[in-house]
């Protein structure tokens, strides 16, 4: 497996490499602007040069003009061509190209040319320009002077980007490490977590760049995961006490109908039968109730908008086939919507019709109404069960907390725990009131998904 450098080395060569770019880029572009302005500056003398005596020489003197009249460091060469022909230079002496481009000027097509040729083994700037005696004169100054400039200006911007990649590299890696030092912190506290388990460990964050922001998410989670473990071990603990009494009621039960079955007779049998039988459907329902409990904490369910009165009418089609005794009625004046998970509101609002049906006399209305109030949905279940005491009605959202007239009725104690941890969860309250003329109201406040026509009408 090929393991990729790591971030800091990576941050260290996109520095280099950008700086060497960078500086190749600027170091060609100077070396042709500085070839340019050596070439302007050749032909700006070969020009002042051409408007001088030599351009009144006669035809006639054309031989006696030497081939290098100009004892310049630079190097200039002359040569003059007429009808008659071109004088050869001296010994030693490469003469000048003649070119189509110097036949136009000597036709008269051109008025002038400038152009770089070689003569020997030497580089030359040509001026070429016609005499006022009909002559056609070739000036050329060796540009071997310019190319020796150019070629150290090259090798010194050479080294100059040698040296800006090195400097980039090594400012790379100082900033790279100072830059890292929060994720480095970030990545211990991680290791550190993850090696003791203690999840109250937190980053210590500064700042309101993207580290910190990363820094902040991840205290984020480990809030997340501390509160998910502290309710995973209280849900434990609390399963493990609430079971231990039905399960050792249960073991008593089935070892005394093993060993003393044969001593029974057939009422106490059938009794200690039935009795089983009960408490196995307690067992049951409250493994059930644990189960839908752990569900409302972790759920992948989306949310998606949910019209209230419909699930309303959904929840009291199926505590209607829960409890064919009780009567249940809506009172949905108009539509209400909001945003959540409705698998998880539906089963809530199931367990809190329920609850009214169970507790309740037979045949007693549950009343569910639907209104507006503060831009929160409010959805209220009035029963008429026994009112629930003041001090107890906070309490009843607790798990496997019931009151003294509901442990005369079986159950798990998790219906209203449910319904508070979903309501809570969808950034919401649930509370208990005492209804006038006897009996509860259960109130579930949600916030409202509100129209653009409602947005306005609040700003």
């Not at 490469?94 to 400038?114: F, H, I, M, R």
């Not at 009794?271 to 109730?289: I, N």
Request: hydrophobic share 45%; proline share 5%; charged share 20%.
């Amino acid at each position: 497996m090929r393991l990729r450098p790591s971030i800091g080395n990576r941050l260290t060569v996109i520095a280099a490499a950008a700086v060497t770019v960078i500086a190749v880029g600027v170091g060609v572009v100077a070396w042709f602007a500085l070839r340019e302005t050596l070439i302007q500056q050749a032909d700006r003398e070969l020009r002042a040069m051409s408007h001088g005596p030599i351009e009144n020489i006669t035809p006639e003197g054309a031989y006696r003009v030497p081939s290098t009249p100009f004892d310049t460091p630079n190097r200039v060469r002359i040569q003059v061509r007429n009808d008659i022909g071109t004088p050869p230079p001296p010994v030693g002496v490469e003469a000048l190209p003649w070119s189509a481009t110097d036949q136009k000027v000597a036709d008269g097509t051109l008025k002038s040319a400038s152009y770089t040729t070689e003569a020997g083994d030497e580089r030359f700037r040509v001026l070429t320009v016609k005499g006022r005696q009909g002559q056609t004169i070739q000036l050329a100054r060796s540009l071997a002077g310019a190319d020796a400039t150019l070629q150290s200006f090259g090798l010194l911007m050479a080294l100059l980007v040698v040296a800006a990649a090195s400097l980039a590299a090594f400012a790379g890696r100082l900033v790279a490490r100072a830059g890292l030092r929060p994720v480095s912190r970030l990545t211990a506290a991680a290791t550190r977590i993850a090696e003791t388990r203690d999840l109250s460990q937190h980053i210590a964050v500064a700042g309101h760049d993207e580290v910190a922001q990363l820094g902040q998410a991840f205290n984020h989670m480990l809030i997340r995961l501390d509160t998910a473990r502290q309710q995973q071990r209280e849900l434990i603990e609390d399963a493990a006490h609430e079971l231990r009494t039905p399960m050792a009621s249960l073991r008593t039960n089935v070892e005394l109908l093993i060993h003393a079955g044969g001593l029974l007779g057939d009422d106490d049998r059938t009794a200690l039968l039935a009795d089983l039988e009960r408490q196995s459907s307690e067992l049951s329902e409250l493994v059930t109730s644990l189960v839908a409990l752990a569900r409302s904490r972790n759920t992948d369910e989306p949310s998606s908008q949910i019209e209230l009165s419909e699930l309303a009418a959904e929840a009291i089609g199926l505590a209607q086939t829960h409890f064919p005794q009780a009567t249940f009625t809506l009172h949905a004046p108009e539509p209400v919507t909001i945003a959540g998970q409705p698998s998880a509101l539906l089963r809530a609002l199931v367990n809190l019709l329920d609850n009214a049906a169970k507790f309740g006399s037979a045949g007693q209305t549950v009343e569910v109404q639907l209104a507006v109030e503060d831009g929160l949905a409010k959805l209220s279940v009035a029963d008429r069960c026994p009112t629930i005491p003041a001090d107890e009605r906070e309490k009843i959202f607790h798990r496997f907390h019931r009151t003294e007239t509901a442990r005369a009725v079986p159950g798990s104690g998790l219906g209203l725990a449910i319904v508070h941890q979903t309501v809570t969860a969808h950034g919401g309250r649930a509370n208990a009131l005492a209804r006038p003329g006897g009996g509860n109201v259960f109130q579930l406040s949600l916030p409202l998904i509100l129209t653009p026509q409602e947005l306005a009408d609040a700003a």
